[in-house]
Structure formats: C-alpha cells, structure tokens
C-alpha cells in the first residue's frame, strides 16, 4: 500500500465529520475509560465529547490546508481552551477534565497528564498554523500553552515515566522555541537530556515493552526531532528513537504477527489494527500487516515524521530465534529488580518479567502461538471479582519456554490500579482467581487436568509433611493436578501446581469459557461475599512451573517448592545427615521466623535449573518488590 499521507489525512478526518457538534464546538466519540480517573459509568453513559478528542481533530482540520475547514478549527480550540483549569490557586491548574460532561472536580482523581496531552496539540497548532488565527484567538493559546507548560514543569516528572517524560519535554522545549520563552526552552531540553542519560543507563525504557506506550513514544520522539531547531535536541531524539525501534524489532513475532511479552503497559492483548497501522505506515513499502480497508490512519501522524530505521525493517519480514533478557528496574544500589526475558522461535513467542505486580496493564507472563490463518495468546492474570487484581505479585524465571513462577500477596498495594486504590491491608471478595487466559483463534484448542506429578515435588512433599507433621502443609485440600492445554501445531501447555496456600482455603482448578477465551482458572475462593485481611494471613502463595512446547503425554516436570524449613530438611535428607528431616539448622529455623519464604526448583529436560525464592506471607509492596 502507498503511504499518501494527504490523502490518508482528508480520508480519517470524513470519518470525524460526521461527529462534530457545532453548537457544542466539540466531536461526540463512543464513551470508553481505563476504569479509574473518571467517575462516569458505561451503564449510564454511551457517548461523551473529549477534550483530548477536539485538539486532535481541530489540528486535524488545519493541517488539511483546507481554508472552508479553519473557521470550524478555530472554534473548537476556542472551546477547548476555556475548559482548562487556568487558576494559579488550584490543584488541577493548567490542565484540563477528559470529557465535557466530567469537569475537574467531578474526576477522580483528575489526570494531570492532560497538560501534556492537549498542550503538545495546542503549541503544534501554533507552530504551524499560528498566522491563520485571529489576534485574540492567537493571544488566548499563548496563554494556554504556558498555563500547560507551567504544570508541567511544576508537576515535573521523572525519567522513569517514559511517554509523559518525553511529551512535557517537547510541549516545553517547542513552547520555548515557537515563543521564544529560554525558561521553558532550557527546561524542555534539560528534561529531555536527563530521560537520555537515564535510558542509556537503563539500557532501555522504563516503560518497556508497551505496544500502546512505546507507540506514543516514538511519535513524541519523532514529533521532537521534526519540530525542532536545535541540533541537541534532534541529536537526542534520534539516539531515543534508535532505543524504541530496536525494542519493537526484537519483540515483533513475525509466525504470529503479534508484539511479543512480557508488556509493562498494554490495553490489548492481541495487536490491534491501530498499532499494525503505525509499524506498516513507519516502513512504507516494505510491510503489508492488514488489508488497506482496515488500515486505521491516525491524525497524530501527520507531520511527525514518523520512520523506522532500516536497520530494524528486516526483524518484520523475517523470524528471529532466540531468548533476550533486559534489565528493566534496578534498585537504589543498581540492582536489578526486574528482568524481562523473551523467547521466540519459529513457532512460539514466550515472554516474562521476573517481578511485577499483576495490574490490568501488566502482561508479565505472555504467549503467542499460530493458530491457522491467525494465532492463539496467553496470558496469566490474578482476579478479584473478576478484575484484575493489583496488590498480587507475579515471580517468574524464564529458561527458554519454560518458566517457574509464583503468585505472592502484598498488604498495602492498589486493588484495580497500582497507586489510586490502595486497599489497606483488607478487601471485600465473593471470587478470587489466578486465570490463564487464552484467547484469539480457539480452533483445536482445549484443556484438561491430570495427576501427573514429578518425583522431586513427590519427594519434597514428604519432606514437607515430616517437617512439619502434616500433610496440611503441602498440599491442605489443595488442588494439585496438573493444567495441559491442547494448541494448534502439536503444541501445548503444562501448568503444575507445586504449592499452594491461602489462608485454609482449598484452591481448585476450573476450566470453563467466557467471551470466545477458554479460561483454565485456579479458584482460590468463590462463594459469599467475604472479607479477606492479609495482614493477618500466615500463609498465601501459588507457585507453578509451566512449559509451552510439543504436545505429549502429559508427565510430570522436575520441580518442587518447598517452605523453608523442610527445604532444609530436604537437604539434610539428600546429604544423608544423622539428624532426622524436622532437623533444620538453627539459622535456617530463624529465617523463617524471621520471614517465611517458600523454594522452588526445577531441573529442566534441556539441562538448565530454575529457582525461586518466594515469601509465604504477606507484607508490604515496598518490600514484596525488592530482590
């Protein structure tokens, strides 16, 4: 397909037409909403009029050159520009509401974001169209934009918030260009000399892997090294873009055409036709990833200069092999923290972070697979009433296509999102679930459950109840079968439960459909609804190990996790020591006074070993998330 962005741009903006509101001087788009920030409810609202939504359709209108269309442009920036917060005294000064029928003081709480976002399309307005404006309309966006570039620089966010670390040094650095302003001139390259020098440090965004996040990325990128005179500042942006592209390359799955995990921030599991439309449109004439009916174009795009390096075109065309690790957080004292770890060959794509909390966003276990024309997914979610639930914390490490990974609680953690719902130390339940979700094509894919069950985790088991003098502690009622799911191509996956505790519930498998997805689900509890308080549970922690590979028999893996103290029994058992096995070690005993842990093992059938130390009861997330 040609990529005419002209054309492209005329033929997106019939699409608006037809929802613009003339009387409001805004455009009606179809409600949607991440489920936190607003207060607006789908069952109550259908529609809204964004404000984000207006700026980019009216930059939209300029750029068309179209002069029957500028009058329309003018009006709706007028608009929007009297729904910005431009009191100095307020909170929520310089920003402005998601929707015009939500204003500030209805959000909760309001996304400061908002500066960024609607000031990148204001000072691109002027910046490129600033003489079609009248005098007054031109003094009013000068205004607004500084109101925005105040906010930011007050707000002043870290190197570590990737995409608005980016898009408030370019709504600053251009505001400072486009008006001669040095302080915000010097603070926006400042910003963006500093979001340099820690990803280099990093080795790669902090935001890693986000097929939505790296996409605002690279334009905010792109949008910085063509709208800027300064030769530092093109020089920056480019280094950064070279960054995003090669990340995308070595994730980009091309048996499946998906984007390969692990994902620090997604909104959709499988690529959407938006994010197939970008990578097509920044390698013009050397991808076709959907046909041009579906082909989504966005306005944004539009004299952003957006490209991708021809180094990285290859990785879209052609399959790559191979296991890549990334250090993507690193504490204080520059240890890691998390690693992601990806694995692709011809016919898999299997990636992993190695600590991260298991937020709606996160995809920190994820899988592709082809299935016919299309492909199956998998994704590992924790549920709590059917939502994914924040303050539970994923552990995983990753040889190839096989990962041991653990589910841990943390007693101060978010519920729906990581940070505006904190849940105290309590929650209120009727379900709690870990779930492995798969979706996309469903032919041939089913599941089933097994006792099949390693001798090292039997061994370890018997350890464990000499240990401790119950069977209670291994297994107390749970379901410890094994999960085997049928893929297209002779693949399939083995999920094996190696411990399992929560507070003397009796967890138990459920295989069952929802939406089109087959749904293989650990049910920690279903039932009335019950208040669950983690700071008083001993115990709560689900460790597995799962492999995606050929299709067999279903046989026990080599693995086993073990509490502490009958870890040390098992040792004491292997080495052949006098003591009997609930002899552990004096410094053993006080560790695990001191904070319970469980250990995992597994010895793969392609000689490696992976292993797992994981805390048995809760704590809080500060401390669940350190190494």
């Known amino acids: 397909m040609t990529i005419d962005h002209h054309r492209m741009l005329f033929k997106e903006l019939e699409r608006w037409h037809p929802d613009y509101n003339p009387e409001l001087k805004m455009v009606r788009r179809p409600f949607s909403s991440p489920g936190y920030h607003t207060t607006l409810k789908r069952e109550q609202v259908t529609h809204t009029h964004p404000t984000l939504a207006a700026l980019v359709y009216a930059l939209g209108l300029l750029d068309s050159e179209d002069e029957a269309l500028a009058a329309r442009a003018s009006d709706i920036i007028g608009k929007v520009i009297g729904l910005q917060d431009q009191n100095r005294e307020n909170a929520t000064f310089g920003i402005w509401s998601w929707f015009l029928e939500e204003p500030l003081s209805m959000m909760a709480p309001p996304d400061w974001n908002w500066a960024d976002f609607c000031g990148k399309r204001l000072v691109l307005a002027e910046q490129r169209h600033g003489q079609r404006f009248s005098a007054e309309l031109r003094e009013r966006l000068r205004h607004a934009v500084y109101c925005a570039c105040d906010a930011i620089m007050k707000r002043n966010v870290g190197p570590g918030y990737t995409n608005i670390a980016i898009m408030g040094a370019f709504v600053t650095l251009i505001a400072g260009e486009v008006y001669g302003e040095e302080r915000y001139r010097d603070y926006g390259l400042e910003r963006l000399r500093k979001f340099s020098d820690y990803t280099k440090e990093l080795g790669t965004f902090q935001e890693f892997n986000s097929p939505t996040y790296t996409v605002v990325a690279i334009q905010e990128l792109s949008s910085i ?11 920056l942006s480019a280094d950064m873009l070279d960054v995003a592209w090669r990340m995308v390359a070595e994730h980009y799955h091309v048996p499946t055409g998906e ?5 620090s921030r997604s909104y959709s599991t499988a690529m959407t036709d938006a994010v197939r439309s970008f990578l097509e449109l920044a390698c013009p004439g050397s991808l076709s990833l959907l046909p041009e009916e579906r082909f989504a174009y966005n306005l944004d795009w539009y004299g952003s200069g957006i490209r991708c390096p021809e180094a990285y075109i290859s990785a879209f065309r052609q399959a790559q092999t191979g296991e890549f690790r990334q250090v993507v957080q690193r504490s204080a004292a520059g240890e890691p923290v998390n690693t992601a770890t990806t694995y692709k060959d011809e016919r898999i794509s299997l990636g992993t972070f190695s600590r991260d909390v298991m937020w709606n966003q996160r995809r920190n276990l994820l899988a592709y697979v082809p299935n016919g024309e299309g492909f199956t997914y998998m994704h590992l979610r924790f549920l709590h009433d059917g ?27 978010g519920d729906t999102h990581i940070g505006l719902d904190p849940i105290d130390g309590t929650i209120e339940a009727s379900d709690l679930r870990l779930r492995l979700e798969f979706g996309g094509s469903q032919e041939g894919v089913a599941a089933d459950l097994t006792d099949a069950w390693s001798e090292a985790a039997a061994e370890a088991g018997t350890a464990l ?38 507070d003397g519930e009796r967890p138990e498998w459920k295989i069952s459909a929802d939406e089109g997805k087959l749904c293989v689900d650990y049910v920690i509890y ?14 709560a922690l689900l460790v597995f190990a799962l492999r995606l590979g050929s299709a067999a028999e279903p046989a026990g893996l080599n693995a086993s996790a073990v509490p502490e103290r009958a870890a040390a029994a098992v040792s004491a058992s292997a080495e052949r020591k006098p003591e009997g096995p609930g002899a552990a070690a004096p410094e053993a005993a006080e560790a695990a006074e001191r904070r319970p842990r469980v250990h995992a093992e597994w010895h793969t059938d392609g ?21």
């Open 387 to 413: 939502y994914d639930y924040s303050s539970a914390v994923f552990y995983g490490e990753q040889l190839q296509n096989d990962v041991l990974f653990g589910i841990g609680f943390c007693t101060d953690g």
């Open 465 to 502: 109840e000499a240990a401790s003098g119950s069977a209670a502690a291994t297994r107390g009622g749970a379901d410890l079968r094994t999960a085997n799911v049928r893929l297209d191509r002779g693949l399939a996956v083995q999920a094996q439960v190696l411990f399992a505790a929560f």
């Open 607 to 627: 000689g490696g070993t992976l292993r797992l130390s994981l805390p048995l009861k809760p704590a809080p997330k500060q401390e669940m998330l350190q190494p």
């Open 526 to 539: 279903a039932g009335a609804r019950k208040r669950f308080d983690f700071r008083g549970m001993e115990q």
């Open 225 to 235: 090294h063509t709208s800027t005179g300064l030769e530092e500042a093109k020089q």
């Open 259 to 263: 984007w390969s995990g692990p994902h």
